[in-house]
Nanobody
Framework: QVQLVESGGGLVQPGGSLSLSCVMT?????????VEWYRQTPGKEREVVAS???????VIADSVKGRFTISREDAKNTFHLQMNSLEPEDTAVYYC??????WGQGTRVTVSS
């Protein structure tokens, strides 16, 4: 049974950085073409912030372009979201997704002074 486990969320000051990780268990990440990160704030729909397609092609949402980077390490069954220059508007619960079929439980990111 495939499960995704996220880590790396927390509280950070504006301008700071966080790195989120998503580990797949019960499956082999390299068999899945698309990995993504989404985020959601109360009262809003979940939005995609970063996607990675074959081969190593990434698409980053305009709201975080130049600040967020997605990467994957298939040998470790893991993919990442590096978030730099964080802003209060980035505060949300972040979810990882594989093939838009499997989802992590969410990890909270709070950007506040």
């Amino acid at each position: 049974q495939v499960q995704l486990v996220e880590s790396g969320g927390g509280l950070v000051q504006p301008g700071g950085s966080l790195s989120l990780s998503c580990v797949m268990t019960g499956g082999t990440l390299r068999r899945f073409a698309i990995v993504e990160w989404y985020r959601q704030t109360p009262g809003k729909e979940r939005e995609v912030v970063a996607s990675m397609f074959p081969v190593n092609k990434s698409v980053i949402a305009d709201s975080v372009k130049g600040r967020f980077t997605i990467s994957r390490e298939d040998a470790k069954n893991t993919f990442h979201l590096q978030m730099n220059s964080l802003e209060p508007e980035d505060t949300a619960v972040y979810y990882c997704s594989v093939a838009r079929a499997f989802w992590g439980q969410g990890t909270r990111v709070t950007v506040s002074s």
